[in-house]
């Protein structure tokens, strides 16, 4: 007498299969998407970097001159990108340029402690870290700074604006 078994399922051996696939697949959305979040941020990094160049002309037109800021030591840059902020803000037509960068960029930490708001506006990149503004009497044009992702200064990922 010989008894039938029913094979419905699945082996372990399938089903391990399956899993490992869906682990390959999702690392590699993983990864994808977040070149494609780094590329992003590149981007509007870029966007902002050209925009405060727009401003910065603008305000050389109106002025004759770039706002100036000889110190070139990263450590001090909320002071720089406050120092070119107030600047860019003081003449109409660069303060208009720099209107059309995003909100997210720039962010007044100083407001909520009774400083008047936009009195002490800095410029952010995309990762959160502020912008080093650079110039010095008789360079050709300012340059702007960002840490880049790792968010450290004088690192091989930092990005300037020319």
Same mark, same amino acid.
């Given at each position: 007498? =010989?008894?039938?078994? %029913?094979?419905? +399922?699945? $082996? ?7 899993? *490992?696939?869906? *682990? ?29 160049? !727009?401003?910065? #002309?603008?305000?050389?037109?109106? $002025? /004759?001159?770039?706002?100036? #800021?000889?110190? %070139?030591?990263?450590? %001090?840059? *909320? ?10 803000? =003081?003449?109409?037509? =660069? ?9 997210? =960029? ?8 009774? $400083?008047?708001?936009? $009195? ?33 200064? +004088?690192?091989? /990922?930092?990005?300037? !604006?020319?």
């Amino acid at each position: 007498m =010989s008894i039938r078994r %029913n094979k419905d +399922g699945f $082996t372990l051996v399938e089903i391990l299969v399956v899993v *490992a696939l869906i *682990a390959i697949l999702a690392t590699l959305v993983v990864g994808v998407a977040g070149r494609i979040d780094a590329q992003a941020k590149e981007k509007a990094l870029e966007s902002t970097f050209t925009l405060l160049d !727009s401003a910065l #002309q603008e305000y050389r037109r109106f $002025t /004759d001159k770039f706002p100036e #800021q000889p110190e %070139n030591n990263p450590a %001090n840059a *909320a002071a720089h990108s406050e120092l070119l902020h107030h600047e860019l803000n =003081s003449v109409p037509d =660069s303060r208009s340029v720099l209107e059309k960068i995003d909100n997210s =960029s720039i962010k007044n930490e100083y407001g909520a402690s009774g $400083t008047p708001v936009g $009195t002490s506006a800095e410029i952010y990149d995309p990762w959160g870290t502020v912008l080093d503004y650079r110039y010095s009497t008789g360079e050709n044009f300012p340059v702007m700074m960002s840490a880049g992702p790792d968010k450290v200064f +004088g690192t091989t /990922d930092d990005m300037k !604006s020319k």
